[in-house]
């Protein structure tokens, strides 16, 4: 249909389907088909993209994917999140002869705001890293959605930094010049104005940034209702400390219940969240818990008391030291060693 108008989808089965009548050959025989794109003033001489229609060609009708279409538009100079028109036809080839169609159509592309081509792993690199300017050395976002990476990193402010899909000069480069928006751009990089501990977000499906400040963590004691151990930054995700629990005495027994809390600060604003358990418990660790027991996960809401777990009686009144790893490449979690 002439001046259809198509509406992008991220989704990988996303498709649009292009038919035509066949083509009537000379000899008889079946003609082959290639779809061509070209900008609303070309002639498909050098058109922006070409498909090879259904069936390695045979088929008068060509499923084409929405990333595909998609880059045909960004070929066209349409931006991310924006419409535009480009052209297509349909060259019919029977042996060393090829001959466009005189119909040409109009299509309305409404381009994706995120990425068609989402990288499948995510670093941070450069001089304001803590893995500096080695992209060997690049620390590693988590896959936390699809399309949607995270990472608890330090930053220095004023200096540079990247973001690649690769630990290598061959990767991909991702950067925001306003903390808002993801570009692609080899010469592009970021730099932020206060030296901090950040939890940076990337969703490629909107091409969008956050960053979230972390001002401090500390271990929660769910019976005090407060944090009772500050756990200072110590770098690459991790956050610990060595101090004293003292379980709360009760008519029942001793409560030892607890989980995390950080203090923070986004767009301007100062948030508490509280980490808890992936996997809820309602038992002290012992020698052959799992290491999923101490999985960690930032919670929707406040508590006293969800999402909690229990110390190991060791803990209760010794020197303890206390760690929250929240690392990329691996789960999320904490550990706690009795001295």
Known sequence: TDGKAVKLLSSSSAALYFEWE????????????????DKLDGDFSKPLYTVTSDNNGNSNG???????????????????????????????????????????????IKTLEGFAEIPDELFITGEATEGGTDVAASLPFKLVGNGEYEIFTKLEAGKKYTFTDRKSAEGRVFYSEDQTKIKEGETGSNSIAKTAVYRIRIDFNVAAVTYTEIKNM?????????????????????????????????????????????????????????????????SPPNSSSAPSYYFVRILPNLSQWDDKWKFADAV???????????????????TVVPN
């Open 22 to 37: 066949s083509a009537l050959v000379a000899d008889g025989g079946a003609a082959q088909y290639e779809v061509v794109f």
């Open 62 to 108: 060509a499923n084409i994917s929405h990333k595909i279409l998609n880059q045909v538009a960004t070929k066209a100079g349409i931006n991310p999140g924006e419409s535009g028109d480009v052209i297509w036809s349909v060259y019919a080839i029977r042996g060393m002869k090829r001959v466009l169609s005189k119909a040409k159509k109009v299509l309305n």
């Open 316 to 334: 209760d009144g010794h020197p303890t030291k206390i760690a929250m790893i929240l690392q990329g490449d691996k789960d999320y979690t904490h």
């Open 218 to 282: 500390g271990v929660y004691f769910s019976p005090s209702g407060a944090v009772v151990l500050d756990l200072p930054y110590q770098g690459k995700g991790i956050w610990s400390a060595t101090g004293i629990i003292n379980f709360k005495q009760e008519s029942w027994g001793r409560d030892q219940r607890y989980k995390f809390q950080m203090e923070t600060v986004k767009a301007g604003k100062a948030e508490t969240l509280q980490l808890g358990t992936q996997n809820g418990t309602d």
